[in-house]
Each structure stands twice: as structure tokens, then as C-alpha cells.
T-cell receptor, first 112, second 120 residues
Framework: GNSVTQMEGPVTLSEEAFLTINCTYT??????LFWYVQYPGEGLQLLLK?????DKGSNKGFEATYRKETTSFHLEKGSVQVSDSAVYFC???????????FGKGTRLSVIA | GAVVSQHPSRVICKSGTSVKIECRSL??????MFWYRQFPKQSLMLMAT?????????EQGVEKDKFLINHASLTLSTLTVTSAHPEDSSFYIC????????????????FGQGTRLTVV
């Protein structure tokens, strides 16, 4: 089945620093790709998604581009804030009504 | 967008008692829901797949008699932790995927808020 490999953290950045969290995938066909965010004590929220090659998903200043050539979907943000401190998960679907396949998550801490 | 509501958000129970966690899809029908467990600072661990009107499918190593799952309607799945012990203390999360015109092939998953279970 499909799989995803995600950069492991933790990652600690100063406020306004540039963020990159790497994600690469192995998949049959060209499934949608997702980034989820989990704030402390909460469930997961969809941060952004891309449904086909070369699509760029964006939300709250975060971006990720679906790269078919490098099978990657790296998450980026130009200037992080303390409120971005959370765990970020890269994910993609397998076939059918099955659970998404998740990376192990990357914990981001942003310090003022 | 689709919403999944999970209750309670936090529960403390005595060792040996049972706890029920509810997961509801509020604006879509979910024939399948997924239950996860998350240990501190770790990723999600899939426990079971809950199927409306039929038995749940459990992942290897998950005790089906300990973690009872019922999916009696298209909008509600429940997870009951029976005879809870301190080692069952954890963060439990439910999830569902909404159908699009092409089924769930490329749809995102929606998650409940999570339940923090503490067994004392």
C-alpha cells in the first residue's frame, strides 16, 4: 500500500524563522496529499491539501506543492509564529474507505 | 466542512470501571469510522475500523474484548473501554472520511477533538 516518510523532529525555531518540514511518499497512482496539524490536547485538523501533481495547497501562510518527480510534499512557511507550535502530520490515502496513512509527525516549537 | 464531534473531551475514572466515548459525524453519513490511540509525543496508532451495522475490524494486538466498538447508526460510533486500568490511560481519537462523487478515494479525513482518558 501507499506510505509516507516524514522528517522527524523536534524542530525548534525562533519567531519569524523559515520553516520546512520534509515529506516524501510512495503511492500507486496519484492520490491526494494532506498536511494535518495537531495543537496540544486536541484532535487533528486538516491544514492543507493538494489533489494532483503540481498543485499547491496553502492555508494560514503554510504551503506545500505536490511534486510528482520527487514524490514529495514538503511543508513550508516563510515566517513562523509562536502560535504555530504544534505537531504536523503528512498523510495520503490508500484505496477504498480506509484510514489515511500518516507520517510519524513532526513537533514544532516556536520560541519568541 | 464536515465535522466530527467526540465526547467527552476528558474523563477520569476509577480502575475497574468502564468508560464510553462517543464519536458523531454531524453533517455527513459515515459508514466507516476509525479509532486511534495516541501516546504522549507519539504518532497515531490505529486501533480499529468501525463499520456501521457490522463488527469492527481490530488491528493486531488490540484486545477486542477490552475495547468494545459499536456503530449502530450512520452518524454514531462508540468506543467502550471495559474494566479500565491505569495502562489504558491515553488520548483516544476518532475519525471518518466523507464520500465525494468518486467515493472516498481522495477525500480527507475528519477528526474528533479527542478524549483524554485517565484511569486512577
Amino acid at each position: 500500500g501507499n506510505s509516507v516518510t516524514q522528517m522527524e523532529g523536534p524542530v525548534t525555531l525562533s519567531e519569524e524563522a523559515f520553516l520546512t518540514i520534509n515529506c516524501t511518499y510512495t503511492a500507486t497512482g496519484y492520490p491526494s496529499l494532506f498536511w494535518y496539524v495537531q495543537y496540544p490536547g486536541e484532535g487533528l485538523q486538516l491544514l492543507l491539501k493538494a489533489t494532483k501533481a503540481d498543485d499547491k495547497g496553502s492555508n494560514k501562510g503554510f504551503e506545500a506543492t505536490y511534486r510528482k518527480e520527487t514524490t514529495s510534499f514538503h511543508l513550508e512557511k516563510g515566517s513562523v509564529q509562536v502560535s504555530d507550535s504544534a505537531v504536523y502530520f503528512c498523510a495520503l490515502p490508500n484505496s477504498g474507505n480506509t484510514p489515511l496513512v500518516f507520517g510519524k509527525g513532526t513537533r514544532l516549537s516556536v520560541i519568541a | 466542512g464536515a465535522v466530527v464531534s467526540q465526547h467527552p473531551s476528558r474523563v477520569i475514572c476509577k480502575s475497574g470501571t468502564s468508560v464510553k466515548i462517543e464519536c458523531r459525524s454531524l453533517d455527513f453519513q459515515a459508514t466507516t469510522m476509525f479509532w486511534y490511540r495516541q501516546f504522549p509525543k507519539q504518532s497515531l496508532m490505529l486501533m480499529a475500523t468501525s463499520n456501521e451495522g457490522s463488527k469492527a475490524t481490530y488491528e493486531q494486538g488490540v484486545e477486542k474484548d477490552k475495547f468494545l466498538i459499536n456503530h449502530a447508526s450512520l452518524t454514531l460510533s462508540t468506543l467502550t473501554v471495559t474494566s479500565a486500568h491505569p495502562e489504558d490511560s491515553s488520548f483516544y481519537i476518532c475519525s471518518a472520511r466523507a464520500f465525494s462523487g468518486t467515493g472516498t478515494r481522495n477525500t480527507e479525513a475528519f477528526f474528533g477533538q479527542g478524549t483524554r482518558l485517565t484511569v486512577v
